[in-house]
Each structure stands twice: as structure tokens, then as C-alpha cells.
């Protein structure tokens, strides 16, 4: 990664996987919801740990964002050809920050909160390849 650290990553990592943890905790069970429990659901606040969560995205500047993104295609497997190669890794990863490069702080923080229910899968699994392939 150009400009989000490791240890940054890490961090925000398990933030993800604490606010995911959080809610399944609060929201048990894989099953269909009724209208009435998903009007519910859209109301109620944010648990303190997707707070922390969010609030950490948001304080990193616009190019630790962009690395923060290009991570989370890569643990979703985006453009990664072989994810057992390091160039293919890091060529998944660098076209994904290109890609997304005129992307405004906003536009990045709305994508990737839009994977909000396997966020913390995509960035685990994303730092684990791109530690591999750059060290």
C-alpha cells in the first residue's frame, strides 16, 4: 500500500469485524425479516462500535481512503488472477486505487460502506493478501 499504513489497516480491520460482531450479537440467527423488524431496524442507532468503525474511515486522508478501497476489492477478489501470486495481488490492487482515483473522500466512504454486511471479510482478507504480496 502506498499511503495506508499496516498497522492503520489492521486497526480499522478490527473495528469492522467489532461492529460486525456487535450487531450479530444484537440481531442473532440467519433468518427473513418481517416489514415491521426492518423498519425497526433502519431506525435504530448505530452501536457504538460501528461509530468507531465509521468514525475511522472517515479521519483518513484521501489517499489512505483510496489504499483503504483498493484493499477491500482485493479481499473481495476483484481482478486478483491468482490470489496465491504477489504480482497478481498487487496488480489487482494498484488498478483498483487507479480506478477509483478521481473518487472524492465522499464518493469512496459511500462505496465502501455499502458492503456493510461483509465489510470486515473484505478488508481481512484483503490486508492478508496485500501483506503477502508486498512484503
Not at 15 to 39: C, F, T, V
Amino acid at each position: 500500500m502506498k499511503h495506508l499504513s499496516t498497522t492503520k489497516a489492521a486497526s480499522i480491520v478490527r473495528l469492522a469485524a467489532a461492529s460486525h460482531d456487535e450487531y450479530r450479537q444484537r440481531h442473532p440467527g440467519n433468518r427473513i425479516l418481517g416489514a415491521g423488524e426492518l423498519k425497526a431496524l433502519i431506525l435504530e442507532p448505530d452501536s457504538q462500535e460501528e461509530i468507531a468503525f465509521v468514525e475511522a474511515m472517515r479521519a483518513l486522508s484521501d489517499d489512505e481512503l483510496l489504499d483503504l478501497v483498493a484493499l477491500m476489492c482485493v479481499g473481495r477478489g476483484e481482478h486478483v488472477e491468482n490470489p496465491e501470486d504477489p504480482e497478481s495481488i498487487r496488480g489487482a490492487f494498484e488498478g483498483h486505487a487507479h480506478s477509483f482515483s478521481k473518487d472524492s473522500h465522499k464518493e469512496l466512504l459511500d462505496y465502501i460502506s455499502g458492503k456493510g454486511a461483509v465489510i470486515h471479510r473484505y478488508l481481512a482478507r484483503g490486508l492478508d493478501r496485500v501483506r503477502f504480496a508486498y512484503k
